[in-house]
């Protein structure tokens, strides 16, 4: 297949003035090349898009794929990880990963959260402050956690987001509101284990691969994956492997990222983090059905390492999935 690949490259955007925190969630070119390469081990015709604007370049000059390998999580808005999406369905073009109303609901914490609560899954308290008046309707026993309600690779997490009181909930909130220009969530504190479940497949094809735990090094940034913690992983985290054989808790963990994964329709391959409260019950925090693909560095990738299948095998059944949804013709 002729397939199309579109990312944000972060070393593009910090040239054109945006921060290190603003483009901490797009790809180094080593990312790219590893699927590019990956793509032609498995015997198609791989093709650099690039960036949004630069697809809707290409398809404007009448360039067409059978598939799109899509990376790009888009800049701007609460919608931004679904633009790729969205203009891939109006050309009928195919695309790997989840459609336009996963990638906007997911990117939305507190949405995801009431209706993946609706589906029944289990997920901690939780209250959405918009403005600062909404603060006073919050009743969530401390402590709590609160962080911007639609970023990822823990911006806007560090050691002040776990709050023992309101004294302190309102200056961080009124912080993050001005900081972002997006919601806070605020949510129960859960002081138990941090796991992150590796999923691939689709509807009911869809399957567990497994578990990492989350464990923080002495002197990583506590109570927390942050920013910090993301961006030094290799110093400040341990990422072990757990398995459902052999740990309740585990088990538990991976039902419920299967019934996430599962309600909400994602496809091909993504992760769910979870953490426990006190009595070892783990609860959904977030859904990443755009997860980073860096071989070394992403979680994924680092999960499959971590069980053997190599990152070719990885990319191949992303592909496989995806491809059903390949027209047949015009």
């Known amino acids: 297949m002729r397939i199309g690949l579109t990312y944000d490259l972060r070393a593009e955007y910090l040239a054109a003035g945006y921060g290190e925190e ?14 590019e390469h990956a793509l032609v081990e498995l015997g198609h015709r791989p093709d650099r898009i690039g960036n949004v604007r630069q697809l809707i370049d290409r398809l404007a000059r009448g360039d067409r794929w059978d598939l799109v390998f899509n990376l790009a999580e888009g800049l701007h808005g609460i919608g ?3 633009q790729v999406p969205a203009i891939l369905d109006v050309y009928q073009i195919a695309y790997t990963f989840s459609d336009p109303l996963i990638m906007a609901l997911s990117l939305h914490k507190g ?16 209250a959405v402050v918009h403005r600062p008046a909404d603060l006073d309707r919050v009743s969530l026993p401390f402590p709590v956690f609160a962080k911007p309600v639609a970023e990822g690779t823990g911006k806007g997490i560090g050691p002040a987001s776990k709050v023992c009181d309101a004294a302190a909930l309102r200056p961080l909130c009124l912080g993050l509101l001005d ?12 002081p138990g284990r941090e796991m992150t479940v590796g999923i691939w497949g689709t509807g009911p094809e869809a399957e567990v691969l497994g578990t990492l735990e989350i464990i923080l090094n002495s002197g990583a940034e506590p109570d927390a994956y942050s920013y910090v913690n993301k961006e030094q992983c290799e110093e400040l985290v341990q990422y072990r492997l757990v398995s459902a054989d052999h740990d309740d808790e585990v088990r538990r963990a991976e039902a419920i990222a299967l019934k996430v994964w599962q309600a909400l329709g994602c496809r091909d391959a993504g992760r ?15 859904l990443n059905p755009l997860a980073g693909l860096h071989p070394c560095h992403s979680d994924l ?3 499959c390492t971590a069980l053997g299948i190599p990152y070719l ?3 191949e059944r992303i592909v496989q999935s995806a491809s059903q949804r390949v027209r047949a013709g015009p």
């Open 80 to 82: 931004r990880e679904a």
């Open 111 to 126: 949405m995801t959260k009431s209706v993946l609560r609706d589906a029944g899954v289990p997920t901690p308290d939780f």
């Open 272 to 286: 769910v983090d979870l953490r426990s409260d006190a009595q070892g019950q783990p609860l959904f925090l977030e």
């Open 22 to 35: 603003e483009t901490a969630e797009f790809d180094r070119p080593d990312t790219v090349e590893a699927i």
């Open 301 to 303: 990738p680092m999960l």
């Open 179 to 190: 900081r972002y220009r997006q919601p806070v969530l605020v949510e129960t504190f859960l």
């Open 313 to 315: 095998k990885l990319i």
